[in-house]
């Protein structure tokens, strides 16, 4: 089956620590964003990528890199200085032609990141 | 810029009523509309989009939304409701020229028997 594949479902990050997110999707999609969800904010853009190894900052990269090497695969690793790096995080996908209409935007099902 | 406001962030309802869940927007061009469910820990689903034409859109589970372009609205309604409609939903907007999707804060709907 088709879709999108974020692990793990839960994960903890010690003070200081760099943790890394898996996002990888079979739907051979061009475009992948990140998305944070904080309770009673919706979704907010971290980063993305239209193309194999390109990709550009959302609202919110401080603190967040990524890496764009195949199509397939999208990590996202938060970094020692995201200071408040506690929440849900997602995972989408594109097809190229609807980049610019976000018409068929495909989620993974999250990745709850919590600091211990 | 485009931002997108969803009135109330909790609706309790009581199963076979009907819903509305209100979304409005603001933009300085024209805009699509969607809106996405998400059942609890897992990622969004689209429900229904509006791209052009007619301004009542129908959905997947029963559920419909208008359009309204003079009232910048986009608000989700379903007849009547079931104790699987639990979920949290969200309203979003992207330019029709293209660029990111903008999404509101999210509505939970909470379904009681």
């Known amino acids: 089956d088709g879709g999108i594949t974020q692990s793990p479902k839960y994960l903890f990050r010690k003070e200081g620590q760099n943790v890394t997110l898996s996002c990888e999707q079979n739907?051979?999609?061009?475009?992948m964003y990140w998305y944070r969800q904080d309770p009673g904010q919706g979704l907010r853009l971290i980063y993305y990528?239209?193309?194999?190894?390109?990709?550009q900052k959302g609202d919110i990269a401080e603190g967040y890199s990524v890496s764009r090497e195949k199509k397939e695969s999208f990590p996202l690793t938060v970094t020692s200085a995201q200071k408040n790096p506690t929440a849900f995080y997602l995972c989408?996908?594109?097809?190229?032609?609807?980049?610019?209409?976000?018409?068929?935007?495909?989620f993974g099902s999250g990745t709850q990141l919590s600091v211990l | 810029a485009q931002s997108v406001t969803q009135l109330d962030s909790q609706v309790p309802v009581f199963e076979e009523a009907p819903v509305e869940l209100r979304c409005n927007y603001s933009?300085?061009?024209?805009?699509?509309l969607f809106w996405y469910v998400q059942y609890p820990n897992q990622g969004l689903q689209l429900l229904l989009k509006?791209?052009?034409?007619?301004?009542l859109v129908k959905g997947i589970n029963g559920f419909e939304a208008e359009f309204n372009k003079s009232q910048t609205s986009f608000h989700l309604r379903k007849p009547s409701v079931h104790i699987s409609d639990t979920a949290e939903y969200f309203c979003?907007?992207?330019?029709?020229?293209?660029?990111?999707?903008?999404f509101g804060q999210g509505t939970e709907l909470s379904v009681k028997p």
């Open positions: 989408a996908s594109s097809t190229s032609t609807a980049v610019a209409t976000n018409e068929k935007l495909f």
């Open positions: 739907l051979n999609h061009d475009a």
């Open positions: 990528s239209q193309i194999v190894n390109d990709f």
């Open positions: 933009s300085s061009v024209s805009v699509y």
């Open positions: 509006y791209l052009s034409g007619s301004t």
């Open positions: 979003a907007v992207t330019p029709l020229q293209g660029g990111k999707l903008i």
